[in-house]
């Protein structure tokens, strides 16, 4: 297992940018998929997006789509994800986690402890 440690979490406004990173500990990050997952208050948590072990292959979440992107830096141990035009409906607790290329949270067996992002109207 790797540990994960979120980053980049914030108040911001509506239409502003935000950028979240997440730190592995653990010579084998590059050997996982990683995902970022998000649960705002009184939801599920749900899939955001996912990033290969390469970076060459990303999936995302139709609501994000074209506005989010992940991405990876395998020789910092780090993946990201950036976050545009952010709005009201964006604001939740997002969590990255290492495992399976996929969109499922039973094919991810770590995860961080989550950052805040609240996006103010």
């Known amino acids: 297992q790797v540990q994960l440690v979120e980053s980049g979490g914030g108040l911001v406004q509506v239409g502003t940018s935000l950028r979240l990173s997440c730190a592995a500990s653990g010579r084998t990050f590059s050997s996982y998929a990683m995902g970022w997952f998000r649960q705002a208050p009184g939801k599920e948590r749900e899939f955001v997006a996912t990033i290969s072990w390469s970076g060459r292959d990303t999936v995302y979440a139709d609501s994000v789509k074209g506005r989010f992107t992940i991405s990876r830096d395998n020789g910092k141990n780090t993946v990201y994800l950036q976050m545009n035009s952010l709005k009201p409906e964006h604001t939740a607790v997002y969590y990255c986690?290492?495992?399976?290329?996929?969109?499922?949270?039973?094919?991810?067996?770590?995860w961080g402890q989550g950052t805040q992002v609240t996006v103010s109207s």
């Open positions: 986690a290492a495992g399976a290329f996929s969109r499922r949270r039973s094919d991810f067996g770590s």
